[in-house]
């Protein structure tokens, strides 16, 4: 059974590039959820989805963040521009909402913004 | 702003030794806690989540939850060198409400 798969695992770019992350959740589950982590504030939950519908997006941090999630097997997290204190481990995770809740972790994309 | 706190560490403890990890959540209302452990470099897995106050037990991990406290700890028995990792805990409201997780506890297991 594969897990939640991520693109790129790396990414170095520079200021003002646009960025775009990708993510597939594992298949059955009905929630998504993009985190970001760095050494200073932690896991932050940027937004996540159910049944494909953004619920919570309190956490996006700015205008340049957008995140789409087009089916059930396909999110992307976009920033544009980008900035060097965008730089980050992105993580995508799954869930079936309404059975355990247990959140499933992709790898990871380490961003680097010079 | 609901929160959930640990302490940083580092933890270190002698190989075979207990492992005592410890978390507070603010909001009263949180039914589901989770444990995570995450490697350097690499994505958190889950470990145990808990709904019930009292003790839940895997193998050499035991979760316990004091909702009346609010608090939640892990206990890792005969703690190995592979043990050592950050561990997140995170506290859930509700089905399909966002978890909250803290900032980790990072322990070190010495030989």
């Known amino acids: 059974d594969a897990g939640v798969i991520q693109s790129p695992r790396h990414e170095v770019t520079e200021m003002g590039q646009e960025v775009t992350l990708r993510c597939k959740p594992i298949s059955g589950h009905n929630s998504l959820f993009w985190y970001r982590q760095t050494m200073m504030r932690g896991l932050e939950l940027l937004i996540y989805f159910n049944n494909n519908v953004p619920i919570d997006d309190s956490g996006m941090p700015e205008d340049r963040f957008s995140a789409k999630m087009p089916n059930a097997s396909f999110s992307t997290l976009k920033i544009q521009p980008s900035e060097p204190r965008d730089s980050a481990v992105y993580f995508c995770?799954?869930?079936?909402?309404?059975?355990?809740?247990?959140?499933?972790f992709g790898p990871g994309t380490r961003l680097t913004v010079l | 702003q609901k929160e959930v706190e640990q302490n940083s560490g580092p933890l270190s403890v002698p190989e075979g030794a207990i492992a005592s990890l410890n978390c507070t959540y603010s909001?009263?209302?949180?039914?589901?806690f989770f444990w995570y452990r995450q490697y350097s470099g690499k994505s958190p897995e889950l470990i145990m989540f808990i709904y019930s106050n009292g003790d839940k037990e895997d193998g050499r991990f035991t979760a316990q939850l004091n909702k009346a406290s609010q608090y939640v700890s892990l206990l890792i028995r005969d703690s190995q060198p592979s043990d050592s990792a950050t561990y997140l805990c995170a506290a859930q409201y509700s089905s399909a409400s966002k978890i909250i997780f803290g900032s980790g506890t990072r322990l070190s297991i010495r030989p």
């Open positions: 909001d009263r209302g949180s039914q589901s």
């Open positions: 995770a799954s869930s079936w909402t309404g059975h355990t809740d247990t959140q499933y």
